[in-house]
């Protein structure tokens, strides 16, 4: 229903936002091939297109820490078949860097971690 409002105002570019407690149209865990061609004739049906992913892990009751990361990179294959250059990704939770600035080392060692996973995310992207 969305879909045909957004067509009949004239768009022709979606971003669709995948956020497990906001925007539950797609679920990586659960997408299928068949999922992305009934939305891609849905699509051509209505002279859209995706533009763009919009990924929001906030709310994703992670059970380990690496499922974050894993739950950003299940939206990468989803990206690929539906033809999107681009997918964003929303920040995380604040870290505790523990102390002005994060200089302890702690705070640093946490805040390193976050970041090559967010590196090595990107990384998978590009395969």
Known sequence: ???E??????FRAVDIGISP???????????TPGDTDKLL??????GLRVSSLN????GLAARYPEEVEEFIEATFPIGK?????????????PVDVGGLGGRSTEGRSKVQTISGRRRD???????
């Open 55 to 58: 990924v929001v892990p906030a």
């Open 21 to 31: 407690r906001y925007c539950p149209h797609i679920d990586p865990w659960k997408w």
């Open 121 to 127: 995310c990107g990384g998978s992207a590009f395969d």
């Open 81 to 93: 078949a539906l033809n999107v250059n681009t997918i964003t990704i929303q920040p995380g939770p």
């Open 1 to 3: 229903m969305a879909l």
């Open 41 to 46: 004739d849905q699509l051509r049906s209505l």
């Open 5 to 10: 409002r957004i067509a009949s105002l004239g």
